[in-house]
Every structure is written in structure tokens, then in C-alpha cells.
């Protein structure tokens, strides 16, 4: 099993919706858990992060954190085509020192 | 705002020549890892360091070491370049538990 795994997509969102990125991860001991963009060509840059159960709100995006179910989400609403880009689940595991591990994304588009 | 430096945005290198990427940050941070990054892929992981002189193994390390002489430089070393080395080499940062920050990355060609 893949220590973070993501939907594999590619997900095509109309614009103006919402769109629904999902990830899981395998260590329970997890205490951080991100959520990255990368727009082809570029590095990733953060755009939520979250390290309690529940919701996060920043602005159009809700990340969602489960910690029983292993589960963390990203909701973006009103979609934008500028949103159109690979998001990628990350989590810091438990395992002594702070080894970051990446899903390999989902890639999004956002239809005009 | 935290900058993380890598050496070269662009890199072409011969096969069997020893290749150093470097990357430097500026916000002491405790933290550095080199991700590759291949389509399909995502990032995975090639080392990481909590501290100076320290280091774990990522998920593929083979082919590669690294280097932390000091607390604000991480390099990356191919000790003989192949081609299946061939890669984005993304470098981050990070504080603890808390996000990790990324360079510009390097886009090595091994020919």
C-alpha cells in the first residue's frame, strides 16, 4: 500500500462548481497533512494545510481532515479556470523524524 | 518570505559524470529533502535531513547522496549520472511538522 495515494483523476470540474479532491494515507501516527498547486512547468506551492480533525476554510477552498478514516480532502468552490492545475496531498509521517510524503496528484481542469 | 535557492534551473549532464545540485535556504530551517519528480509519478522522495550532518533515506535513493555540511545547505549528489536519472530535482524546506517550502527546481538532462 502506497503511503499517500490520491485520486488518480484526471478531474474535469465546470466552472463555477465545486471540486472534490480526495486522499488517504496509510500511518496513523500522521501529525500534518497539505495540500499543494503546481501549475505545469513550476514548483508546488502551499495552498492549505491542516493538523486537527475537521474543516479548514481559506477563502474558496475547505481542506477536511479524518484522522479515524485516514482521510483528507480539498473542496475548492466557485471554481475558476486559474484553479486548473495538479494538486498534490502531502503528509507528514510519524516516524521519528519528519519525512514529508507526496501523493502523486490529481490533475484538474476547470471547463470555461 | 522563505527562499529556497537550487543552483541551476536548467542542467545537462553526460553519462557517468558525478553531478552536484545544490540548495540553500534562508529561514533555518531544521528540515530539507530532494523530491524527483516524473510524470506520472509525482514527487517521490530521494533523501531527506533533520539537521546537519544528518540524513534519512527516502523512498528511492539509490544512485544518489547527499550532503549537509551546514544547517541552511542541502546538496544532492549523482555519484555517476545515467540516463534514467533524467528528472526535475525539486528541493524544499521545512520547520518541523509545519509546510515545506520548495525551490525553483532543476531540470537535469543526462545524455
Known amino acids: 500500500q502506497k503511503e499517500v495515494e490520491q485520486n488518480s483523476g484526471p478531474l474535469s470540474v465546470p466552472e463555477g462548481a465545486i471540486a472534490s479532491l480526495n486522499c488517504t494515507y496509510s500511518?496513523?501516527?500522521?501529525?500534518?497533512f497539505f495540500w499543494y498547486r503546481q501549475y505545469s512547468g513550476k514548483s508546488p506551492e502551499l495552498i492549505m494545510s491542516?493538523?486537527?480533525?475537521g474543516d479548514k476554510e481559506d477563502g474558496r477552498f475547505t481542506a477536511q481532515l479524518n484522522k479515524a478514516s485516514q482521510y483528507v480532502s480539498l473542496l475548492i468552490r466557485d471554481s475558476q479556470p486559474s484553479d486548473s492545475a495538479t494538486y498534490l496531498c502531502?503528509?507528514?509521517?510519524?516516524?521519528?523524524?519528519?519525512?514529508?510524503?507526496f501523493g502523486t496528484g490529481t490533475r484538474l481542469t476547470i471547463i470555461p | 518570505d522563505v527562499k529556497v535557492t537550487q543552483s541551476s534551473r536548467y542542467l545537462v549532464k553526460r553519462t557517468g559524470e558525478k553531478v552536484f545540485l545544490e540548495c540553500v535556504q534562508d529561514m533555518d530551517h531544521e528540515n530539507m529533502f530532494w523530491y524527483r519528480q516524473d510524470p506520472g509519478l509525482g514527487l517521490r522522495l530521494i533523501y531527506f535531513?533533520?539537521?546537519?550532518?544528518?540524513?534519512e533515506k527516502g523512498d528511492i535513493p539509490e544512485g544518489y547522496s547527499v550532503s549537509r555540511e551546514k544547517k541552511e545547505r542541502f546538496s544532492l549528489i549523482l555519484e555517476s549520472a545515467s540516463t534514467n536519472q533524467t528528472s526535475m530535482y525539486l528541493c524544499?524546506?521545512?520547520?518541523?511538522?509545519?509546510?515545506?517550502?520548495f525551490g525553483q527546481g532543476t531540470r537535469l538532462t543526462v545524455v
Open positions: 502531502a503528509v507528514n509521517s510519524n516516524f521519528g523524524n519528519e519525512k514529508l510524503t
Open positions: 524544499a524546506s521545512a520547520m518541523g511538522y509545519a509546510e515545506a517550502f
Open positions: 491542516i493538523y486537527s480533525n
Open positions: 535531513s533533520y539537521d546537519v550532518k544528518m540524513k
Open positions: 500511518d496513523r501516527g500522521s501529525q500534518s
